[in-house]
């Protein structure tokens, strides 16, 4: 494709575009946060969405999302022909963006879920999988350490049975006990510490009912593979807090177990129908809450 044979990243060594230094001190400025993970945390974003004609605020959302790493990877732009405009590119990635989330939501949510179902979406960034997933269930929490992405969410036209939170503790204290039936949660607990992921799924087993299910991803290792990986640990993680780590198969089932819940089913994402036998984005696990 035009305009990537000068483009290769090496770990640790942010793509070109990343090393202007007017670009950087802008891209820093939006991203920075004293939480990890909290991308996009400003509180003024709600104020600049509330500003902006309806007409330009899905465009809008899509170029903030745009600015961090995690929604939008740092070589996203590269999929697309160089002379592509910056706008095109977006709003190209964000259309992508929707139909993988709507397999997502087709093969992970909807057959663990019944109508009058009460889910949370824990870590549910811009909302987008919350959004698609309202039709299928009764009301569904979302919530999200970044007060500014859950700001940008509430903005955006969403179903009147999606909740938006914010949550910046290392708990669910905001969630009473045994009121939900389903927990889910993706590409969220593989970049925290195992004593963060510990701590929530003791939270989920709270927050379930009696028999409610828990389905999130996560990257798994084999034994004497590298816990961390070090591409995710260089400048992205000092930019924003983001870090990245595998887990063993027995770790992940021991773990659960530990919390509370039964024995947990453990599938590869690409198995499921739809997903590219070449996509790798780790696993899926199934807990269910013992009744």
């Known amino acids: 494709m035009a305009g990537q044979a000068d483009t290769k990243i090496t770990p640790g060594t942010p793509p070109a575009p990343y090393r202007r230094p007017l670009f950087t001190r802008i891209q820093q400025f939006v991203l920075a946060s004293s939480k990890d993970h909290a991308f996009l945390d400003r509180p003024y974003f709600g104020l600049v969405m509330a500003l902006t004609p309806r007409r ?17 990877l740092p070589n996203w732009e590269r999929k697309y022909p160089a002379e592509w405009p910056h706008a095109d590119k977006v709003a190209a990635n964000a259309k992508e963006g929707l139909a993988y989330r709507r397999k997502i939501v087709d093969h992970l949510i909807i057959p663990n879920a019944t109508a009058d179902c009460q889910m949370l979406d824990f870590g549910c960034g811009p909302g987008v999988i919350a959004v698609m997933a309202a039709p299928y269930v009764g009301k569904i929490t979302a919530v999200d350490v970044s007060r500014g992405v859950i700001a940008i969410s509430r903005a955006l036209d969403h179903p009147s049975n999606v909740e ?7 708990d669910l204290s905001i969630i009473a006990s045994a009121s939900l039936d389903l927990v889910f949660s993706f590409v969220v607990l593989q970049h925290l510490t195992p004593d963060q992921v510990r701590k929530f799924l003791e939270e989920f087993h709270r927050v379930l009912k009696p028999g409610g299910k828990l389905v999130f991803q996560i990257k798994l290792r084999e034994a004497g593979e590298p816990r961390h990986d070090p591409g995710v640990g260089g400048w992205l993680h000092r930019r924003t807090m983001l870090r990245m780590v595998f887990y063993t198969r027995a770790d992940i089932q021991h773990m659960v177990r530990e919390c509370g819940f039964g024995d947990c089913t453990i599938t590869n994402l690409r198995d499921y129908e739809g997903f590219a036998k070449e996509h790798d984005n780790g696993q899926i696990i199934i807990a269910q809450k013992p009744a």
Do not use: T
Request: charged letters at 20%; zero cysteines.
């Open 56 to 72: 330009w605020k899905r465009p809008l959302a899509n170029y903030i999302l745009a600015l961090s790493p995690h929604y939008f």
């Open 164 to 170: 938006f939170l914010a949550n910046r503790k290392d």
